[in-house]
């Protein structure tokens, strides 16, 4: 499975970008939201995080291998989870994408069905099954910042470290990260899990001053 691609982005459309590597050109179908982050690359080095999955009806013995791309790890695993929702798929999520996943996964956990029947395909039954599934796994992608760069994977070290690692990758500065983290433990909880202090960062964030 190819899980990422890098080459000179040599064209790029509403729904998909070409990747030139070597003598070869991949189309890797990109959402909305990553096309316009792209929009900056156009013959210059790319890195993409991507999926592959095979699209087509068996019965009918045409299956055609796609490339899925995206600019870090975390928009891909947010993808992936969209994906799950029963009535959603590859390409409804492809669709559905025309902003950036933060701002969706915001919409997500604060269960704002509203805003997500909004988005192209996603009617109003769909985004109460999103809300459903996906509320309580939304915290780190709602604290996502637009990046241009594949983010670095967390290191196996404390809850804090771990923490602190994930939002670096996820956009913040170090100081705005440990600001973060020192906040959330300051208000005398304890966190069993990194999950856990996201998502009180999450909500300290969202938090009335």
Do not use: W
Request: aromatic residues 6%.
């Amino acid at each position: 499975m190819i899980t990422r691609i890098c080459g000179t982005l040599q064209s790029l459309g509403e729904d998909a970008a070409i990747v030139r590597i070597g003598a070869f050109d991949y189309e890797v179908l990109v959402p909305k939201a990553v096309a316009r982050q792209l929009q900056a690359h156009l013959q210059r080095e790319v890195a993409l995080e991507t999926i592959e999955y095979i699209e087509g009806n068996p019965q009918k013995g045409r299956l055609t291998p796609r490339l899925v791309g995206f600019m870090n790890a975390a928009e891909r695993e947010f993808f992936e989870l969209f994906c799950s929702v029963d009535g959603v798929g590859v390409r409804k999520a492809l669709r559905a994408m025309v902003r950036p996943v933060q701002e969706i996964a915001e919409a997500i956990a604060e269960r704002d069905v509203k805003a997500l029947a909004t988005l192209p395909g996603i009617g109003p039954a769909v985004a109460e099954r999103v809300v459903a599934k996906l509320r309580r796994k939304m915290a780190k992608f709602a604290l996502l910042v637009a990046r241009e760069v594949p983010a670095e994977t967390a290191t196996e070290r404390s809850i804090l470290d771990d923490a602190f690692d994930a939002l670096v990758a996820l956009g913040h500065s170090p100081a705005d990260a440990r600001q973060k983290i020192n906040q959330a433990v300051g208000a005398g909880k304890t966190f069993k899990s990194v999950e856990d202090l996201l998502l009180e960062i999450y909500h300290q964030q969202h938090r009335p001053h």
